[in-house]
């Protein structure tokens, strides 16, 4: 039973970690990610900036279709924008790297805006619908426009250099991508103490009586798809430097099937389930393959890896939806709530 | 208080909506006085939730003027209107369900607040110290006003429906407004919530100066707490004044009761089928 937790200040009240208990339990998870590069294999850090990469995304889209109640189907090919950006800057200019990612948020953010503006319009699934179409066009654009993007072929991105230093390894990446992610999510957490949050929850919940209350739909509406579109393209630049190459293929509407089920999975509208969805989705093809490798003929079994992940992510998305639409965050709750009450059961 | 004012802070001015062939409002004009609390009455259909919604910038009339202390606010957006100091309730209860009470109240003053997205991302500085300016004031003018620091950080669906109301006047209040429009505040209460919320609407006059127009079907709260009282009919005001003289006023009887007369229903029904 958890007791004694008074504040005495408004700010104390409104902290995002608002007891003793929850700032030790910060501190440990910081210590564990900055331990972590140290002691982990090459195979975990790989998998590690993999997450980052993804949490950032996923918690971009959580702000626009979790918060703000618009579904987007574009959130991969947003991403291939910011990974383009990242390319093309690093090889034509060779800019430094934080400005290149800046970039590549800001020109992501412009794509979002454009895509955005049917939002006041239409909703729902038609919504989703044009950022599907959305998607296929920067596809055909990424294939197409061969001087700048390199057409199928795709371009190369020479390894990030800070300070004359090539990140060229997953354990120095991991020092670039997860102070990124970890910044990107205080953002978004802060952002929902503010009045731009609140009236983006506002516009998910009842539209209408929003604006009776004061908030212009349109502009909050591209507001949310701005920052959404920002978080992604920042998102894909740390995907470039990651994987070192960017093709038309890297990222199809697939991957924002991925982001999309990664945010029902884990609880939209929830920072926490953002994170929790999108470490838990990216791990379960590695879970997969692990499981796979175990059975006698292995190599066989490998064929219909694909097909079975796609199966698994279909059924993980409904079976979520039916049994736990607030996803892995309102389980992570209901835990931290049996402990806070122990040895009481209500 | 009957008859116009010499510097209405509400003015609506020959407002006619059509939806169709349905004319929802004919013509309709009265005036709200500073300080007066204005209560709309009439049978249902009559057009009381159409005229809210044309004030507060829903709909927008096909003819007619609605000034705002004295300025043209007829073609306004609404979330322009509600910085200009219009709130507003509604009748079936608009909260944002995925918000808590603290949250839902804090948002009523969104266009009053500053602070940018960076700053919002940031949560330092100018964002930090409006939040808490607004938390201050929020809890100690609204929440200890209302008497609803029991359930602040519950979220608003767990709320019972009185409660709820409670709340939406709250979130009204919190947009700092000059004149507040209430759209059935008492619907389906009890007497005992009734005689609250009508406490409430008391207080939120006298304390804040705040002029009040509000929709109601609970003629015994009307008649106790109005200032003046307007009538609508079938989109038309049918009569307005004081309590007591609308009360009185026979056209309002037969818009209410009929008039007992069956040859009149049978030639009013005859006219209204020609009409057709």
Same mark, same amino acid.
């Given at each position: ?346 | ?110 266009? /009053? ?6 700053? @919002? +991302?940031? =949560?330092?500085?100018?964002? &930090?110290? !409006?939040?808490? #300016? ?15 620091? /029991? ?6 669906? @767990? +709320?019972? =429906?009185?409660?709820?109301? &409670?709340? !939406?006047?709250? #979130? ?33 006059? !006298? ?70």
């Amino acid at each position: 039973m958890r007791i004694g937790s008074a504040r005495e200040t408004y700010s104390q009240d409104e902290a995002l970690f608002d007891s003793h208990t929850k700032r030790v339990w910060l501190c440990v998870l910081g210590t564990g990610l900055v331990l972590f590069p140290f002691f982990a294999g090459q195979y975990w850090l790989y998998l590690a900036c993999l997450v980052a990469i993804n949490v950032a995304s996923a918690t971009g889209l959580n702000i626009l279709t979790g918060y703000t109640g618009q579904v987007s189907l574009g959130q991969a090919a947003f991403m291939g924008v910011g990974a383009y950006a990242v390319a093309v800057l690093e090889k034509q200019l060779g800019t430094p790297v934080l400005l290149n990612l800046l970039c590549a948020g800001g020109a992501a953010m412009l794509v979002g805006l454009v895509v955005g503006i049917p939002s006041l319009r239409v909703k729902g699934l038609y919504l989703a619908i044009a950022t599907i179409a959305a998607s296929f066009i920067l596809h055909f654009i990424f294939a197409n426009w061969t001087r700048v993007t390199g057409g199928t072929a795709g371009l190369t991105v020479p390894p990030a250099t800070i300070f004359g230093l090539a990140l060229d390894t997953e354990f120095r990446l991991y020092w670039l991508i997860m102070p990124f992610t970890v910044l990107m999510l205080a953002g978004a957490a802060n952002l929902f103490r503010t009045r731009i949050g609140r009236a983006f929850i506002a516009i998910r919940d009842r539209d209408i009586s929003a604006e009776v209350l004061g908030i212009p739909l349109l502009r909050y509406k591209l507001l949310s798809f701005g920052l959404s579109s920002f978080y992604a393209g920042v998102a894909g630049g740390l995907w470039a430097y990651f994987f070192r190459s960017v093709t038309p293929e890297s990222f199809p509407l697939l991957m924002s099937i991925f982001f999309l089920a990664a945010i029902i999975v884990g609880g939209m509208g929830s920072i926490l389930g953002g994170i929790l969805g999108a470490v838990f989705m990216t791990l379960v093809p590695e879970v997969l393959k692990l499981m796979v490798g175990w059975l006698p003929n292995a190599s066989e079994a490998m064929v219909f890896l694909a097909p079975v992940r796609t199966i698994v992510f279909g059924a993980l998305i409904v079976g979520f939806l039916i049994f736990e639409p607030h996803g892995l965050a309102e389980i992570w709750r209901r835990i931290r709530r049996f402990f806070h009450l122990w040895p009481f059961r209500s | 208080m009957p008859g116009p004012t010499a510097n209405p802070i509400l003015e609506i001015d020959g407002v006619t909506l059509a939806f169709g062939g349905v004319t929802a409002l004919n013509g309709v004009s009265f005036e709200v006085a500073p300080g007066t609390i204005t209560s709309v009455i009439g049978p249902n259909g009559a057009g009381k939730t159409s005229l809210f919604n044309t004030i507060s910038g829903f709909y927008h009339p096909g003819a007619g003027h609605i000034r705002f202390r004295g300025d043209e606010i007829t073609r306004l957006a609404a979330p322009l209107r509600a910085k200009l100091g219009l709130a507003r309730t509604f009748q079936n209860i608009a909260l944002f369900r995925g918000m808590t009470v603290l949250d839902n109240i804090k948002l009523g003053r969104h266009c /009053h607040l500053h602070s940018g997205v960076l700053d @919002a +991302l940031l =949560y330092y500085g100018r964002a &930090r110290r !409006e939040e808490m #300016r607004l938390r201050a004031d929020i809890e100690e003018r609204i929440i200890d006003f209302l008497e609803i620091d /029991h359930i602040r950080n519950a979220p608003v669906a @767990a +709320l019972s =429906y009185g409660l709820q109301k &409670r709340v !939406e006047m709250a #979130r009204a209040l919190a947009m700092q407004p000059q004149v507040l429009m209430l759209d059935e505040p008492v619907a389906g209460m009890n007497r005992e919530e009734t005689e609250d919320m009508a406490r409430f609407i008391l207080d939120v006059r !006298e304390e804040w100066g705040v002029t009040i127009l509000m929709v109601e079907h609970d003629m015994g709260m009307v008649m106790d707490i109005s200032d003046h009282v307007v009538v609508l009919n079938f989109g038309e005001v049918i009569a307005e004044g004081a309590p007591a003289d609308v009360q009185a006023d026979p056209e309002v009887i037969r818009a209410y009761l009929g008039s007992g007369n069956v040859a009149e229903l049978r030639h009013r029904l005859r006219q209204a089928r020609e009409a057709a």
